[in-house]
């Protein structure tokens, strides 16, 4: 039986991590994640999952797309062992960044995660959510 896929929305500030440092490293540790609810979400990640990377603090845009590469990894960042990491690939650049304000401003979009739970840095992507930015982005 072949796992459905899931997808996510993982934030980084773009001055510490940006989408170009995850192409130029090939793979990256996506670590540093002390929030319990984020740290859910990174557990449930498989291998092959696809997430948005999303700009935060400085352009507050989605700009790319990354693939979950390894997953159920402890952090290496943590000291008491307690806390979760996956490791990503670059998949693509979007077209065009989809920003906050167009997300916001989207009715279809009102639903989703980022928006209601705003301060959490991994957050889960449904589909339909998923097609949507697509299409935002332009394919």
């Not at 896929?5 to 192409?23: G, H, N, R």
């Not at 859910?40 to 989605?62: C, K, V």
């Not at 690939?89 to 920003?99: D, E, H, Q």
Request: glycine share 8%; net charge neutral; hydrophobic share 35%.
């Amino acid at each position: 039986m072949t796992k459905i896929k899931s997808y996510w929305l993982m934030k980084s500030e773009p001055d510490a991590y940006s989408y170009d440092d995850l192409v130029k490293e090939g793979e990256g540790t996506w670590d540093g994640v002390r929030n319990h609810r984020a740290a859910n979400n990174m557990r449930a990640m498989q291998p092959g999952d696809l997430a948005f990377f999303y700009h935060s603090n400085i352009g507050l845009e989605i700009v790319g797309i990354m693939e979950i590469s390894q997953s159920g990894l402890t952090d290496p960042s943590d000291e008491t062992g307690r806390w979760a990491c996956v490791k990503v690939k670059p998949v693509r650049k979007l077209k065009r960044p989809v920003t906050l304000k167009q997300i916001k401003a989207d009715p279809s979009l009102a639903d989703i995660e980022m928006l209601r739970l705003s301060r959490l840095s991994v957050s889960a992507i449904t589909p339909e959510e998923w097609d949507y930015i697509i299409a935002l982005s332009g394919g």
